[in-house]
């Protein structure tokens, strides 16, 4: 059973346009959520992080916001940009989870289109 | 500061052979985690190992395994390989300071059963 869900496989965006990019989780005891970033033939990145104790985090053109009442988190991404063509992972820790450790969902590929 | 390095970064076996894959992390960092993707099912996590040893599993069968030197590096093995084992092995380190979530992976390396 999955733990954490990226429901849409692919997304399609205009270049400047904002890209929404969902994750669900199932398991309460998860309290900290990443974002990585993958391009082909390489490995991910680290985008965002958040800690259950917030709702909102952000850097640059990236916001991660947590709702945890709907077990849901979502990434943001403004203005969206042609490089930010890539598949994004959602992932997530459990309270005294360790750092290699982390439970990742499927991806949703983005698209960006100039 | 050198990536994570993987190798090999692609090989072809066939079924009921066994692999051998390396990682060699970044310096300084003790903990090294593998992930398995695949198309279907995303990165999955399967194991962990931090100062030689393992940490924590994922649900793999035991025909993978794999354990860390006292540098750090670290090798995986797959014994009796099956068509299914094909994938992306992912290697990723970390600092393990304090609790960040964020994984440095290397390029992977990719294994086709046949």
């Known amino acids: 059973d999955q733990q954490v869900k990226q429901n849409s496989p692919s997304l399609s965006v205009q270049e400047g346009r904002i890209s929404i990019l969902n994750c669900d989780y199932t398991n309460s005891m998860f309290d900290y959520f990443l974002w990585y970033k993958k391009y082909p033939a390489e490995g991910p990145t680290f985008l965002i992080s958040i800690s259950s104790i917030k709702d909102k985090n952000e850097d640059g053109r990236f916001t991660v916001f947590l709702n945890k009442s709907a077990k849901h988190l979502s990434l943001h991404i403004v203005p969206s940009q042609p490089g930010d063509s890539a598949v994004y992972f959602c992932?997530?820790?459990?309270?005294?989870?360790?750092?290699?450790?982390?439970?990742f969902g499927k991806g949703t590929k983005l698209s960006v289109k100039p | 500061k050198a990536g994570v390095t993987q190798t090999p970064r692609y090989l072809i076996k066939t079924r009921g052979q066994q692999v051998t894959l390396s990682c060699s992390p970044i310096s300084g960092h003790r903990s090294v985690s593998w992930y398995q993707q695949t198309p279907g099912q995303g990165l999955q996590f399967l194991f962990e190992y931090f100062s030689e040893t393992q940490r924590n599993k994922g649900n793999f069968p035991g025909r993978f395994s794999g354990r860390q030197f006292s540098n750090s590096r670290s090798e995986m093995n797959v014994s009796t390989l099956e068509l299914g084992d094909s994938a992306l092995y992912l290697c990723a380190s970390s600092l393990d300071r304090e609790f960040t979530g964020e994984l440095f992976f290397g390029e992977g390396s990719r294994l086709t059963v046949l």
């Open positions: 992932a997530a820790s459990p309270y005294g989870g360790s750092q290699g450790n982390l439970i």
